[in-house]
C-alpha cells in the first residue's frame, strides 16, 4: 500500500455526479437542485478505498449557477450535501469542499482554471503534504488550474477536441489520463506514478 499524506482534489460534476443535458444551452451542465443528482454508481465504494489507503480527499468545484440566476444558493447548496451524502454512504471520508460560486466574467481568483481552489484545499489540510497532491478532473480546466498550484493532475473520460486543443495550445497534458476515478484509483493506489 502506498504511504498516506497526500492530497487528493477532486473536481465534482463529471467526477463524481452525472452532468445534466441543458436543452437552452445545448451543453452538459451541473445538477440545480438535489433531486436532480446522480452519483456515479462506484464513486462512494472507491472513495472508501482511497480513504483506507490513507489518502486525504477534497472537493473544488465550480458552481457559477446561482449567479447566473438558474437556480438559487440554497438549491445548489443542496445538490452538493446530496452528493457529499451519496459520495461518503460507504464510509469514504471528504475531508473538505471548495465551492466557487462566481461566473467566468467575474474573474476572480479560486474558479478554475485558477488554482485558487485547489491552494485553499491544501491549506485547509497541512497534515498532507504538496508533494504527490493530486487536482482529478474532467476538463482541462482542471488540468491547468493544477499545473498553477503546482500539483500533479488526472483528466477522466473521453477527450473533448477543444480540451485538447487547449491543452496543447498551453503545452500542458496530464500526469494521468483515465476512464473514470475507478482507473485512477487503481493506479494510485497499486503504485502510480505521475508521469514525467
Same mark, same amino acid.
Given at each position: 500500500?502506498?504511504?498516506? $499524506?497526500?492530497?487528493?482534489?477532486?473536481?465534482?460534476?463529471?467526477?463524481?455526479n452525472?452532468?445534466? &443535458?441543458?436543452?437552452? /444551452? $445545448?451543453?452538459?451542465?451541473?445538477?440545480?437542485?438535489a433531486?436532480q443528482?446522480? =452519483?456515479?454508481?462506484?464513486?462512494?465504494?472507491?472513495?472508501?478505498? @482511497?480513504?483506507?489507503? $490513507?489518502?486525504?480527499l #477534497?472537493?473544488? %468545484?465550480?458552481?457559477?449557477?446561482?449567479?447566473?440566476?438558474? /437556480?438559487?444558493?440554497?438549491?445548489l @447548496? #443542496?445538490? !452538493?450535501?446530496?452528493?457529499?451524502?451519496?459520495?461518503?454512504?460507504?464510509?469514504?471520508?471528504?475531508?473538505?469542499?471548495?465551492?466557487?460560486?462566481?461566473?467566468a466574467?467575474?474573474w476572480?481568483?479560486?474558479?478554475?482554471p !485558477?488554482?485558487g481552489?485547489?491552494?485553499?484545499?491544501?491549506?485547509?489540510?497541512?497534515?498532507f503534504?504538496?508533494?504527490g497532491? &493530486?487536482?482529478?478532473g474532467?476538463r482541462? /480546466?482542471? =488540468?491547468? #488550474?493544477?499545473?498553477?498550484a503546482? =500539483?500533479? %493532475?488526472?483528466?477522466?473520460?473521453?477527450?473533448?477536441?477543444?480540451?485538447? #486543443?487547449? @491543452?496543447?495550445?498551453?503545452?500542458l497534458?496530464?500526469?494521468y489520463? $483515465? %476512464?473514470?476515478?475507478?482507473?485512477?484509483?487503481?493506479f494510485?493506489?497499486?503504485?502510480?506514478?505521475?508521469?514525467?
Amino acid at each position: 500500500m502506498k504511504q498516506p $499524506g497526500a492530497l487528493i482534489v477532486l473536481d465534482r460534476d463529471g467526477v463524481l455526479n452525472r452532468l445534466l &443535458w441543458d436543452p437552452a /444551452t $445545448g451543453q452538459p451542465d451541473s445538477p440545480m437542485n438535489a433531486s436532480q443528482v446522480q =452519483v456515479l454508481p462506484w464513486v462512494a465504494s472507491v472513495l472508501r478505498r @482511497l480513504t483506507d489507503a $490513507g489518502y486525504g480527499l #477534497a472537493i473544488a %468545484t465550480n458552481q457559477p449557477a446561482s449567479a447566473k440566476g438558474k /437556480t438559487s444558493r440554497e438549491q445548489l @447548496l #443542496a445538490a !452538493h450535501e446530496r452528493v457529499l451524502r451519496a459520495a461518503q454512504s460507504q464510509g469514504g471520508i471528504i475531508l473538505s469542499s471548495q465551492i466557487c460560486l462566481h461566473r467566468a466574467e467575474d474573474w476572480c481568483s479560486c474558479r478554475k482554471p !485558477h488554482p485558487g481552489l485547489i491552494l485553499q484545499a491544501v491549506a485547509a489540510h497541512p497534515e498532507f503534504s504538496l508533494h504527490g497532491c &493530486w487536482m482529478v478532473g474532467d476538463r482541462a /480546466t482542471d =488540468v491547468i #488550474a493544477g499545473n498553477a498550484a503546482g =500539483v500533479n %493532475t488526472a483528466l477522466l473520460g473521453p477527450s473533448v477536441a477543444a480540451d485538447v #486543443a487547449l @491543452l496543447a495550445e498551453r503545452g500542458l497534458k496530464p500526469c494521468y489520463h $483515465g %476512464t473514470d476515478l475507478r482507473d485512477f484509483a487503481e493506479f494510485l493506489v497499486e503504485g502510480g506514478r505521475a508521469q514525467p
